[in-house]
């Protein structure tokens, strides 16, 4: 059974950076397609980036694109979603998740496998 552990939140000011890690086991996750989701209070989960299984798709939402960037490294088994030029509004739980389909969309209905979260809070 895959599972997933994020890791890399913590705070950091308006403008600056961090680089979230999302570690698999259990399987593979080349044949995956992994999403990275987040969920702020008082907000229902969305959708960040995802990419698809082979890198058959690309997703960054709207408020993300330009500043952030889903990577993969199928020889270490993990994921990754650097984000830089951080805004307050980006202060939320971020997940990693597998869709086993590998379709790579922006529905989180689609993803089996997730992870327990970590936060990421943006604030000077």
């Known amino acids: 059974q895959l599972q997933l552990v994020e890791s890399g939140g913590g705070l950091v000011q308006p403008g600056g950076s961090l680089r979230l890690s999302c570690a698999a086991s259990?399987?593979?996750?080349?044949?995956?397609?992994i999403g990275w989701f987040r969920q702020a209070p008082d907000n229902p989960r969305e959708a960040v980036s995802c990419?698809?299984?082979?890198?058959?798709?690309?997703y960054y939402a709207d408020s993300v694109q330009g500043r952030f960037t889903i990577s993969t490294d199928n020889a270490k088994n993990m994921v990754y979603l650097q984000m830089n030029s951080l805004k307050p509004e980006d202060t939320a739980v971020y997940y990693c998740?597998?869709?086993?389909w590998g379709y790579g969309q922006q529905y989180d209905w689609m993803y089996d496998y997730w992870g327990q979260g970590t936060q990421v809070t943006v604030s000077s």
């Open positions: 998740a597998a869709d086993p």
């Open positions: 259990g399987s593979p996750l080349d044949t995956y397609a």
């Open positions: 990419i698809g299984a082979s890198h058959g798709s690309l």
